[in-house]
């Protein structure tokens, strides 16, 4: 087994112990949609969308933390630092080039805020994997407004073609399709 598919099953073996329950599906699900919105990712990027969040799993850190919804960006902010620090230790112990950990800290310190295309695409996969499959969870656990709140700050940061794939997705409860419809109807 090569390098990357080692640290693929470490991080995989890690994120479970998440307390938000659905971190693992979540994580494969934006691996999935960065390959979907770039077919040709580097490895760097793969990695920075399995282990995005891994600091959830190591600290037990959650949203849960923040009473205010107003300070969600400034949270974003710390919680993808700690995740870019703790991934990077990870990636030394399997001889990662400097060049490459320095890459995926990048990645995945931004990936909340956005920058260049990688951090585009990875942000994008993020918000689409959330759309995909994390509402029903946040919605259990955060209530209905916190959720349309969250929708919409997933939504906002996606560019036009990565809305458009949100509005495709179809949902099985009436109640998440009116959650997203109210936290997307102000952006369109």
Request: glycine letters at 2%; charged letters at 30%; hydrophobic letters at 35%.
């Amino acid at each position: 087994m090569n390098k990357f598919n080692l640290l693929k099953k470490e991080i995989w073996s890690i994120i479970p112990k998440s307390p938000i329950k659905s971190d693992l599906k979540h994580s494969k699900l934006v691996l999935k949609w960065v390959l979907i919105l770039c077919p040709n990712a580097c490895e760097e990027l793969q990695i920075s969308a399995i282990g995005h969040d891994i600091e959830r799993a190591i600290t037990g850190i959650t949203e849960k933390n923040i009473k205010n919804y107003s300070k969600i960006k400034q949270f974003k902010k710390q919680h993808a630092s700690r995740s870019a620090k703790l991934l990077s230790e990870i990636l030394k112990k399997y001889n990662y080039s400097n060049k490459q950990i320095n890459q995926v800290k990048y990645l995945v310190k931004n990936h909340d805020t956005g920058g260049d295309s990688d951090v585009e695409i990875l942000m994008s996969a993020d918000s689409l994997a959330y759309f995909e499959y994390n509402i029903p969870f946040y919605l259990k656990n955060y209530g209905e407004e916190r959720t349309i709140e969250k929708c919409r700050f997933m939504y906002e940061r996606l560019p036009e073609s990565a809305k458009k794939l949100v509005k495709k997705i179809k949902y099985k409860s009436k109640k998440i399709d009116i959650i997203v419809n109210r936290a997307i109807e102000k952006n369109n």
